[in-house]
C-alpha cells in the first residue's frame, strides 16, 4: 500500500517534529516516521541543558516549545516554585518533560500531522523511487510486523541525526574532518587542546582525516533515593576498560586545570548541569581522560546498517553503566571517592519502559550532507557585515564545539579532537538545507557544513529551527508551484518572521516589536552594519537616510523625518508594493 502527505519526514527527532507543525499548521498533511517507539530524539533522551549562547538569538517554533516548557512547570509546582527556577524560563527540563510538550504540540495538529513509529528507513539506494533527481516515493518496515510501506510526498524532509534518506537518495555527503589548509578554520583536522587551556602545537597538525567526534548518552541522573534505580554490573563489564580512572584521580590528573573538589566524585567522570525535581543532565567530562563518551568505535555508525547501529548502541550503553559501576564500587578507588559516586543514579520516573536509561544515542554528528551552501567556521566568526545571508532562515549562536576523536593517546595533553571555540551571533542561509543532486527534499539536521561549520549548527535549537523553515519552505513551494530548491526566499522568510522567527540577531530587538519585520529584511541586507545594536528608537541619521534611501532606490524618502524604526519601515513598504521583477532586482543587488 502507498500512503500519500504533502510532507514525509524521515525522523522524529525535534527538527522533523518542527518541520511536521509548520506544515500542518499551514493546513496540509504530513507524516513523521521514526524508527523507535517515542519521538523527540535527544531533548526527550537526556538533553536537557539547552545548547544556546544567546538566548534570543532563535526563535519560533524553538521558543514556542521552550515557552511551554516553563508554563509547564509554573502550572505544575507554582510560579515561585524551585522547579521554575531551575528549568531556566524553559531552558532546562526533564526529558519526560520534553516529550509530553512535543507531543502536546503534535497532538493540537490533529489529522494534519500523523506520527508513526517503529518505521525503519534503511539507508539503501532500492529504497527510495525518484524520478530523474526527483524524489518521489521510500519504503520503510514497518519493525513489528517486517512489512514494507511505501510513502509517496510532494516534498521530503530528512530528519535524521545519521542522514539516511539524503544519502540513500543520492546527495552526495561529507564524512570525518577536512584540513586545516581546506577552510582556513580553527581546530581543524587533527587538534589538540587541554580543555580551557591553550593548544598544544606540537601534537596539533591540523590533518584531515575520516574520524568522527565521539557519541555517549546524555543521563538524567538524580540523588533522591525516592525516585533513584542502582546502577548494577552490565553483563558485558570489563574491568581493565576502567582501571586508567583510578590513577587518574590518585594522581589528580585531568585533561584540564586540576580542579580536585569538581573532580572529587561523580564529576570526574560526568559533567552535571542541574534540571528540576533533583536531577541533572549528565553530559561527558571533558576535562577527563575517561568518561562517558567512547571515541573511535562510533566511526562506521553514520554509514553502517541498523543491526551494526543497533550493537553499538548496547555497547555503549554496557560501557557507560560499567563506568559508573566501577567509580561506585570498584577498591582501587578512594572510598571516600567511591561513596560520593554512590549518591547517584539513574531517575525512576524516568524511561520507565527501557529500564530507566535513555532510548536515544547522542549521535553528535553523522553524515554531512553537501547542499546548495557550505557553512564553515568562518560564517560563526565574520561580522554581520562580512557574513551576512541575504537568504537566512534562523540566527542562531553557539560555539564551535566538537568531542574526542581518538581514545588516550600515551604522553598526549588532550584526547584528540576536543575543542570549543567562541563565536558570535550568525544567520544561516537557506542553502544549508537544500542537498546537491536531488529534488524535493530537504536536510535541515544533516547539514551542509564542514565538520568545524557543522559542530555549531548541530545544537537542538538551530535543528528547531531548520526543521521549521524547512516545513515553511515546503508550504511556500506548493503555494507558488516551484521547487523546494526554487522557493521564493523573500516570502519563505515572511512567513518564517510571522511566526515568530528570529533571522538576524539584535540585542535590543525581538519578535513581536515594532518595526522588527523592516529591521529583519534590511539588518540581513547589510543596511544597520555589523553590530548587534538596532537603536530602533533612536532618530534616524543624516548619513544612514541618504544611504538606507539609495540603497533601496527609495528618492521619495529622502527627507523622512522619524525614527530609525520608522524609516525602515516606511522603506519596507514601498519595496513591498512593487513588482514581483523589481523586488527580485532589488533582492539580486543587495545580495551581489
Known amino acids: 500500500m502507498t500512503y500519500e502527505f504533502d510532507a514525509v519526514i524521515v525522523g522524529g527527532t525535534p527538527a522533523g517534529i518542527m518541520a511536521g507543525i509548520a506544515v500542518a499548521r499551514a493546513g496540509r498533511r504530513a507524516v513523521i ?38 508554563e509547564y512547570y509554573s502550572d505544575t509546582y507554582g510560579a515561585d516554585s524551585q522547579q521554575v527556577e531551575l528549568c531556566s524560563d524553559g531552558y532546562r527540563f526533564e526529558p519526560r518533560v520534553a516529550e509530553m510538550i512535543l507531543l502536546g504540540m503534535i497532538a493540537e495538529c490533529g489529522d494534519g500531522l500523523e506520527v508513526r513509529t517503529l518505521r525503519q528507513f534503511n539507508p539503501e539506494p532500492q529504497q527510495v523511487i525518484k524520478d ?42 561529507m564524512l570525518g574532518r577536512e584540513g586545516a589548509d581546506e577552510y582556513g578554520e580553527p581546530c581543524a583536522g587533527k587538534f589538540y587542546q587541554r580543555w580551557r587551556a591553550p593548544v598544544d602545537e606540537r601534537y596539533s597538525t591540523g590533518q584531515g582525516d575520516n574520524a568522527i567526534q565521539s557519541y555517549n548518552y546524555r543521563l538524567p541522573l538524580t540523588t533522591n533515593k525516592a525516585n533513584m534505580r542502582r546502577i548494577g554490573k552490565p553483563a558485558t563489564y570489563n574491568r581493565d576498560e576502567y582501571l586508567s580512572l583510578a590513577e587518574d584521580v590518585r594522581l589528580n590528573r585531568f585533561a584540564g586545570p586540576p580542579t580536585p573538589l569538581e573532580f572529587d566524585g561523580i564529576g570526574a567522570i560526568t559533567n552535571m548541569v542541574r534540571l528540576p525535581n533533583d536531577k541533572v543532565d549528565g553530559n561527558n567530562q571533558h576535562a577527563a581522560f575517561i568518561s562517558t563518551d567512547l571515541p573511535e568505535e562510533n566511526w562506521p555508525y553514520p554509514t553502517a546498517s541498523w543491526d551494526w547501529r543497533d550493537r553499538f548502541a548496547l555497547r555503549l550503553r554496557d560501557y557507560i553503566l560499567g563506568l559508573f559501576y566501577f ?33 536515544q544515542i547522542y549521535v553528535r554528528e553523522g553524515r554531512r550532507i553537501r547542499g546548495e551552501y557550505l557553512f564553515t567556521a568562518h560564517d560563526a566568526l565574520s561580522k554581520r557585515h562580512s557574513r551576512a545571508h541575504v537568504t537566512s532562515i534562523t540566527a542562531s549562536h553557539y560555539a564551535l564545539d566538537s568531542h574526542a ?6 604522553g598526549r595533553p588532550h584526547l584528540d579532537g576536543f575543542f570549543s571555540h567562541r563565536t558570535t551571533p550568525y544567520s544561516v542561509p537557506y542553502g544549508v538545507i537544500v542537498p546537491l543532486e536531488v529534488e ?49 526566499v523573500v516570502e519563505l522568510q515572511r512567513r518564517l518572521l510571522e511566526a515568530g522567527a528570529v533571522l538576524s540577531y539584535f540585542e535590543d530587538a525581538a519578535p513581536g516589536d515594532a518595526h522588527y519585520h523592516a529591521l529583519q529584511f534590511f539588518g540581513l541586507r547589510g543596511f544597520l552594519g555589523a553590530g548587534y545594536a538596532a537603536d530602533l528608537d533612536e532618530p ?50 543587495v545580495e551581489g
Not at 517515542?38 to 544556546?52: C, F, Q
Not at 516515493?137 to 539524503?166: H, M, N, P
Not at 519595496?575 to 514581483?580: F, G, I, M, N, P
Request: aromatic residues 8%.
Open 405 to 410: 576523536c581518538l581514545k588516550r593517546e600515551a
Open 440 to 488: 524535493n527534499l530537504l536536510i535541515p539536521v544533516p547539514a551542509s557544513g564542514t565538520h568545524i561549520g557543522f559542530s555549531t549548527l548541530r545544537m537542538e535549537p538551530c535543528w528547531m529551527a531548520l526543521g521549521e523553515a524547512a516545513g515553511e519552505a515546503i508550504n511556500v513551494s506548493l503555494d507558488e508551484g516551484t521547487s523546494a530548491r526554487g522557493v521564493n
Open 540 to 589: 534616524v541619521s543624516d548619513e544612514d537616510r541618504a544611504n538606507w534611501t539609495t540603497w533601496a532606490n527609495t528618492p521619495e524618502l529622502a527627507i523622512f523625518s522619524g525614527t530609525r524604526g520608522q524609516l525602515l519601515d516606511r522603506i519596507y513598504t514601498v519595496a513591498s508594493e512593487r513588482s514581483d521583477a523589481e523586488q527580485a532586482a532589488l533582492y539580486a543587488q
Open 132 to 173: 530523474g533527481a526527483a524524489l518521489r516515493r521510500i519504503r520503510v518496515i514497518e519493525r513489528e510486523s517486517g512489512d514494507e510501506e511505501v510513502y509517496a510526498g510532494s516534498v521530503f524532509v530528512d530528519a535524521t541525526y545519521e542522514g539516511d534518506l539524503a544519502a540513500a537518495a543520492g546527495a552526495p555527503y
Open 327 to 359: 567509580a561506585q564500587n570498584d577498591e582501587s578507588l578512594p572510598a571516600g571517592f567511591r561513596e560520593r559516586c554512590n549518591r547517584w543514579g539513574l531517575s525512576l520516573d524516568e524511561f520507565e519502559d527501557n529500564d530507566n536509561f535513555p532510548r
Open 33 to 70: 516516521l521514526e524508527r523507535n517507539g517515542h519521538i523527540g530524539g535527544l531533548p526527550a533522551n537526556g538533553l536537557g541543558a539547552t545548547d544556546i549562547a544567546t538566548r534570543g538569538a532563535t526563535g519560533g517554533l524553538f521558543l514556542e516549545f521552550v515557552s511551554r516548557i516553563k
